[in-house]
């Protein structure tokens, strides 16, 4: 080979790959090559030798997985572990080439293997390696403790030695990682002995991690990343614990927060690993500093850090088969120093404690009922009602950890004692909020097998009867729910008799003020499928009669109530028969309508309509199918369909599943007939659902159709539906919507319906009626995709106009808008947006420019900069009566915002708004003058920052 080949260049490149071709062709080629580089990897000129290695390591490199022999292998690796004491220059290709034979190219020996840790531990300086050298090697160690263990385990404590001085002094990130993944690699793999506190020295240095990545750095590894790394070192082996636990306890007492916090996490990893030896003659110091971070420097990132530490304290310490009392011991001093604290935090940390074990939660418990017993039996001022919090959750944190049967006697009377107080307390009406407290406590107990006692049962049972039944009692609570909901859960006997008692009222009917509390804690029965069954068929009976009856206060809390036990059924997994309530619910409703011949107001079946919305979201297609086929029936058969039975069309269609829906022309037809002029929102919203959810075919049809209904001339009713039909087929993502985009266009400069058009922009983008959860179709970044389509056209509507109404019809359509879309896509138009709101500031109405304009320009200050000079004078005209106080108020937020931009361009406009905000802050209205204040202390900084 001549040296030519070797310069740098074009050359070099293709002699690499001519000779990779050659070798993947035939291996032998490979020792072709080394014979005729001879005279170059024996050159005396330093630089030379190093090109030749340099070359060999590129061909080495571009080679596939195991194409060398592995003899050819272990001569190559000799040769390079030569070049290691050779020449600095060659030492970089030379690792490089070691690297690529021991992971990707063939078998070798493992007395190969040793040969080479041998001479990188102990003849290679590595504080002298360039970063990228040393990294090679840690990753090369790293896959040799993955794929040569046995090899380095024959080596023991040589090879952890070498590793620990190979790593010793590392400060390079990107090293450190390696670094960090090599040490609980040799943990597991090696019995360390002598050399556990060296290696954990080789750790410990770096902890707490200090490292601020250079901003430069485009791959740059975070402190997060190397701090996480480092615990896992830390942690990864049990004999560590004697040094570990010190150094974090040591640094708990840093004034620095990252400190802190790695310290806390330290301290829970190495609860799960260490020995309770460990923590032992540390404990008081580790509470000492929890105390001080939850009670005294009290920062929100660190308390629920701290928290977690003393419950993994708490569960290593409970964890010491040889010690058991240590565990009290422990909490004594805890609970010594947090009578001398606040009730929040001393219920945060009781609860903290209590769910390490369950041998930590008896420990609370013996030592902080007789205490709590004695802060309820005051029951003065807040503290008892927060005592009750902490209360319940240690009664639900000893339900879960704890066997009742296998405590002890004194504290089984404690506990007692505690039911008995909680009977009390419970049905005292002197302090509600505490009697609520109370109940959830008492809802814990009952999971308690033998705690409450034949007495407390009796108790419990007349108090849901009072709370349910008497107008006297308190209101029903989420506590009273979940009371009689655990019992029916539960399976026990005071639930039988309490949902006897509550379906005799509903059978009774109506009643003023007693019906709501009755129907509120019947809910409770759907968290078990026997007691729903027992229960509903009287709910859905007396929904029915009062639908029948036209009692429309009695059916709006029963289709409230329903909805509510269909939604908790749900949630508790309990079986319900949704497709019989949905018919029995619908026949109730059509009958309603007949009945009363049209008279029915919509209002009084908003809350039934809800019920059906969530009834036939959750039907298969195969029942709601007929269902729907029989409301269809009845709508068509209507001359003039009234609004409550639209409503009902709609509840199903847009929440029923979109392979059971089918298109019908005569439905079309009827929804877009002009005399539905009073119902067209409703009509709207059941032909959006049908677009949105028919095949493509279909939609095709239903468009053709509703075509010409639209001719010839416009109205509000034919806007509506054109509104809402265009939501349904931008939901879908139909490709041909710039058909009805175009139409909306032309109704913006309609004199009778362009405003009404204009606020129908919002409908569109909206995310009402159409929703996932109903089945409907939602292509994502819909929003966008209309503000793309239609901005164009509404800027150049806008600047065509010449009539002042068209002008901020345009304005209002592109307005509605912005709040939906995302301020990346928005700043896309904002040169064009931007003048047309500016320019609308003073010549819009005014409830375009408190509804639309202002909190644009509030969202985009940083861009009004270039037109100062117009805007700030009109927000000063704006920020002043008669204007409204709405737009008074948002008028000062705008101009408080424009002082976030930092421009030197505000200190020209400082004294007039100073002197403009004066009258502000003497405004009758206390928002408007707070917003005043706020907007004047703001401009009044403007300029400090650059020295004005």
């Not at 035939?26 to 000129?45: A, F, N, P, R, W």
């Not at 004034?255 to 003659?281: M, Y």
């Not at 808008?817 to 003048?835: R, T």
Request: charged fraction near 20%.
């Amino acid at each position: 080979m001549d040296i030519s080949e070797l310069s740098e260049g074009n050359n070099f490149e293709e002699s690499v790959a001519k000779h990779i071709n050659a070798i993947k062709g035939d291996g032998k080629q490979l020792s072709c090559m080394v014979e005729s580089m001879g005279h170059i990897l024996t050159h005396k000129d330093p630089d030379t030798r190093g090109t030749g290695v340099k070359f060999m390591t590129r061909v080495i490199q571009g080679l596939p997985h195991n194409t060398l022999g592995e003899e050819q292998a272990t001569t190559l690796l000799r040769y390079y572990t030569s070049r290691l004491e050779d020449h600095p220059s060659m030492v970089t290709w030379a690792i490089q080439g070691i690297y690529e034979l021991v992971v990707s190219q063939g078998p070798l020996e493992s007395t190969e293997i040793e040969h080479l840790l041998q001479v990188i531990f102990y003849d290679v300086q590595m504080p002298g390696l360039l970063q990228a050298e040393r990294y090679i090697i840690y990753r090369m160690l790293t896959h040799m403790l993955i794929s040569h263990a046995s090899v380095l385990r024959k080596m023991g404590s040589k090879f952890v030695l070498g590793c620990i001085q190979a790593m010793e002094g590392e400060r390079d990130p990107r090293c450190l990682l390696q670094v960090f993944a090599i040490v609980p690699m040799l943990c597991n793999e090696f019995i360390l002995g002598d050399l556990e506190e060296p290696l954990f020295d080789v750790c410990s240095c770096y902890f707490p991690v200090d490292f601020n990545p250079p901003a430069t750095d485009p791959g740059r590894i975070s402190r997060e990343e190397l701090a996480d790394s480092l615990l896992n070192c830390l942690t990864a082996s049990p004999g560590f614990g004697k040094h570990c636990v010190p150094l974090a306890a040591e640094k708990l007492e840093s004034d620095l927060l990252t400190a802190k916090l790695d310290s806390l996490k330290l301290l829970s990893r190495g609860s799960q690993v260490f020995p309770p030896q460990c923590f032992k003659d540390h404990t008081v110091t580790i509470w000492k500093q929890i105390h001080s971070l939850v009670f005294v420097n009290r920062h929100d990132a660190i308390i629920p850090a701290a928290l977690t530490c003393l419950t993994s304290l708490a569960r290593v310490i409970s964890s010491d088969q040889k010690d058991a009392t240590s565990v009290n011991r422990l909490f004594k001093l805890v609970w010594k120093d947090l009578q001398r604290g606040e009730a929040p935090g001393m219920g945060k940390v009781l609860e903290a404690f209590a769910c390490a074990s369950a041998r930590a939660c008896l420990a609370v418990l013996s030592e902080t009922l007789p205490d709590l017993l004695q802060l309820l039996s005051r029951n003065e001022g807040l503290r008892p009602v927060l005592v009750m919090e902490s209360t319940t959750a240690l009664l639900s944190l000893y339900a879960s950890l704890c066997h009742h049967e296998e405590t002890s006697q004194e504290l089984s009377l404690k506990l007692s004692l505690l039911t008995d107080q909680l009977c009390v307390l419970v049905n005292d009406d002197s302090n509600p909020e505490l009697a609520l407290r109370a109940a959830g406590s008492l809802c814990a107990a009952l999971s308690i097998p033998g705690l409450l006692t034949a007495t407390n049962l009796d108790v419990i049972r007349s108090t849901l009867v009072r709370v349910a039944t008497q107008d006297a009692a308190p209101p029903v609570g989420a506590e009273h729910r979940d009371f009689l909901a655990a019992a029916v859960r539960l399976n026990l006997p005071l639930a039988d008799g309490v949902l006897s008692l509550l379906k005799e009222e509903i059978c009774r009917g109506y009643h003023p003020t007693k019906t709501e509390r009755v129907l509120r804690m019947s809910t409770a029965c759907a968290s078990n499928t026997m007691s729903l069954s027992f229960m509903l068929p009287s709910l859905t009976e007396s929904f029915v009669s009062s639908f029948r009856d036209s009692r429309a206060p009695y059916q709006k809390l029963l289709a409230k109530y329903l909805l509510d036990v269909v939604c908790r059924a749900e949630k508790c997994g309990t079986t319900v028969h949704h497709a019989a309530l949905l018919r029995s619910v619908v026949a109730a409703w059509i009958e309603s309508l007949g009945s009363e011949q049209g008279t029915a107001a919509t209002e009084d079946f908003v809350e039934a309509s809800l019920l059906v919305q969530k009834l036939a979201q959750m039907c298969s297609a195969s029942d709601i199918r007929e269902i729907y086929s029989a409301i269809l029936e009845t709508c068509l058969k209507a001359n003039i369909p009234s609004q409550p039975l639209l409503l009902l069309v709609q509840s199903v269609i847009c929440h029923m599943p979109r392979d059971a829906l089918s298109a019908d022309e005569r439905l079309v037809q009827l929804l877009s007939d002009g005399r539905l002029h009073d119902s067209s929102h409703l009509a709207g919203k059941c032909l959006a659902g049908l677009v949105n959810k028919l095949t493509a075919g279909d939609v095709e049809k239903v468009l053709q159709c509703l075509q010409s209904s639209w001719q010839p001339q416009w109205t509000l009713a034919k806007a509506d539906l054109l509104l809402w039909v265009t939501k349904g087929l931008l939901l879908r993502g139909y490709p041909d919507l710039a058909k009805y985009t175009n139409l909306l266009e032309q109704l913006l400069r309609d004199e009778n319906v362009g405003r009404h058009t204009a606020e129908g922009f919002d409908v569109i983008l909206q995310p009402i009626v159409l929703t996932s959860e109903g089945h409907c179709v939602l292509r994502l970044l819909h929003p966008q995709r209309f503000f793309v389509e239609t901005a164009p056209i509404l800027i150049q509507g806008f600047n065509s106009a010449t009539n002042k109404a068209v002008k901020d019809n345009f304005l209002m359509a592109l307005c509605c808008q912005l709040k939906y879309v995302p301020k990346v896509v928005v700043n896309s138009y904002i040169d064009k947006v931007l003048p047309i709101l500016v320019d609308a500031l003073s010549s819009a109405e005014v409830l375009v420019v408190g509804q639309c304009v202002l909190p644009c320009l509030t969202e985009n200050v940083a861009l009004m900069v270039s037109c100062l000079n117009s805007v700030v004078g009109q927000l000063l005209r704006l920020a002043k009566p008669p204007q409204p106080m709405d737009v008074r108020r948002m008028s000062l937020e705008c101009l408080h915002q424009l002082t976030t931009t930092g421009e030197r361009e505000l200190l020209l406009h400082r004294h007039n708004v100073l002197r403009g905000l004066t009258p502000c802050l003497c405004d009758r209205k206390r928002v408007v003058r707070q917003a005043a204040a706020q907007a004047s202390s703001a401009w009044h900084m403007v300029g400090q920052s650059i020295g004005e």
